[in-house]
């Protein structure tokens, strides 16, 4: 196969790892995946992935030094020009030195970001928000993330902390939430928030949806609600309109064009979720927002952290002195965005 203008995205979950080999038009080329082992620690994450990158060169007869770039999508706060995961709870990592021992495996630049806006970029890139200057890009899943797209560039802000939207308060005395504080977004409308209220407040919930409690989704309640069963209903309406609440505060705040939905909440039927959000937008947002932003359903859908992370080299010339990611890479010149992280 002609390696082109190819690159490898990754996108690291707590559960699978998924593998990408992304061409200069954002289309994936071929997959792998792999599991993400978390429980066994770091030495074995960064194995997997090590893995999985060997397979997905060997498939496609594409050598390392033909490759663009490695890109990465970490579930968790990252420094970019360091290469250093500073906190993924779903991985038990604190300051893990991911890119540094995943350099020891393969001499190719490598870029990193967290998956949220590692989706947001292939959404402006390729996506809905092709020509849009501002895009927002929101996974609803398990719990509630955001990256966002702001003039062109990766917003990661100061602390590299930028776009916690599922951590946004929307009840000052509220729910505790997984990450130590109260009243979060996530809290309420978050995959675990969702579920624990159907098991709570649906008598025979298991045998509703023909599974064990264990195996329950926030796509089954809305499946319920979606059949007509009045307290699934009350749940995910619920949870829906305080997602409305933290949307509206996304787009008056951030002033995005372009607000992208993708993870398994996002595919309930429009007249649940979709439809809903959108009138709380045209209603409760700043009117010369409400009249332009655009929300909708991702196109790109689950892949689009990988091919996001593919394709973080996008960014990459005009902010850390790399000509398509040469050997000479400046890493001390600062960045808004994701940038290579080279040895030294």
């Known amino acids: 196969m002609s390696s082109g203008s190819l690159s490898i995205g990754v996108d690291l979950g707590g559960t699978n790892i998924k593998f990408g080999l992304i ?10 995946k792999e599991k993400t082992g978390a429980s066994r620690g770091g030495a074995a994450i960064v194995e997997s992935i090590i893995n999985g990158i060997d397979s997905l060169l060997m498939k496609s007869r594409v050598r390392v030094e033909d490759l ?9 706060t990252v420094n970019p020009g360091t290469g250093v995961v500073v906190f993924a709870p779903n991985l038990n990592w604190r300051d893990f030195e991911l890119v540094k021992y995943l350099q020891q495996a393969f001499d190719v630049p490598f870029c990193i970001s967290q998956d949220t806006r590692a989706a947001a970029w292939s959404e402006f890139l390729i996506g809905d928000g092709k020509g849009s200057s501002g ?3 929101l996974t609803l899943g398990t719990g509630i993330g955001c990256g966002m797209i702001l003039n062109g560039s990766i917003f990661n802000g100061a602390l590299n902390t930028a776009g916690e939207f599922g951590h946004m308060i929307v009840e000052l005395n509220g729910r505790p939430c997984n990450c130590g504080r109260a009243g979060c977004l996530e809290a309420y409308a978050g995959g675990l928030a969702i579920v ?5 407040s649906i008598d025979d919930i298991s045998l509703l949806v023909q599974k064990d409690t264990s195996d329950i989704g926030a796509e089954d309640v809305f499946r319920l609600a979606f059949k007509g069963n009045v307290q699934a209903r009350e749940i995910t309406d619920r949870a829906v309109t305080y997602l409305g609440i933290g949307l509206v505060n996304l787009i008056n705040l951030n002033s995005v064009e372009v607000v992208s939905l993708s ?7 429009d007249d649940l979720l979709l439809i809903p959000l959108i009138k709380c937008v045209q ?15 991702s196109a790109l859908g689950e892949d689009a952290p990988m091919i996001g992370a593919g394709l973080l080299y996008r960014d990459l010339g005009s902010h850390c002195g790399c000509k398509h990611l040469e050997q000479n890479c400046d890493s001390s010149i600062p960045s808004e965005v994701s ?6």
């Open 283 to 297: 209603m409760r947002a700043y009117e010369v927002a409400a009249n332009s932003v655009r929300v909708c359903r």
């Open 23 to 32: 061409n200069a038009a954002g289309e994936v080329v071929l997959r792998a």
């Open 263 to 269: 993870g398994g909440i996002s595919n309930a039927p």
């Open 135 to 137: 895009v927002a890009s």
């Open 339 to 344: 940038r290579c992280v080279q040895d030294q």
């Open 68 to 76: 663009s770039s490695i890109g990465l999508g970490v579930p968790g």
């Open 196 to 200: 624990r209220d159907a098991k709570k």
